[in-house]
């Protein structure tokens, strides 16, 4: 009977931590509670420093954020494609409890589209209201 009492406890015990342990998890809240508008910007509309840190990393599959006293800039480009014609959409952009998640998605030139056959670097640009919030890229 002894062997068994302890074999019982250590069985309780395991368990007991188990769902200690368990409980200890920490989870993020990713449901979204609202969206964000957002403007797309042009280039010569962005502020100097975040031109020159464009200009920097357009060769390259980057995200980017930055923020002045007034405004939140988001930036997704997708490096060096093998010719023009491409486009960017912007699926999705809105607010969770702790983030801010934002989908874009490369699209290529439409088949039988006349494209230039120089290189190109798409990326885009979401403007908006100064926020506080981590950017999170899905």
């Not at 100097?48 to 954020?65: G, I, N, P, V």
């Not at 589209?113 to 999170?136: D, G, I, Q």
């Amino acid at each position: 009977m002894g062997k068994k009492k302890k074999y019982i406890s250590v069985l309780l015990f395991l368990l007991f931590f188990s769902q200690l342990l368990g409980g200890c998890v920490v989870k993020q809240k990713t449901d979204k509670v609202e969206d964000l508008e957002f403007t797309v910007a042009c280039m010569q509309d962005l502020p100097k420093a975040l031109q020159e840190q464009l200009e920097l990393k357009r060769e390259e599959d980057f995200t980017l954020t930055y923020s002045d006293n007034e405004y939140l800039y988001i930036a997704r480009g997708y490096g060096v494609q093998e010719t023009g014609g491409y486009s960017i959409s912007v699926d999705a952009c809105y607010r969770t409890e702790n983030t801010i998640d934002v989908k874009t998605t490369l699209h290529g030139p439409q088949a039988g589209e006349k494209v230039e056959k120089a290189p190109s670097c798409p990326f885009v640009v979401l403007k908006m209201e100064l926020r506080s919030e981590p950017v999170k890229y899905l």
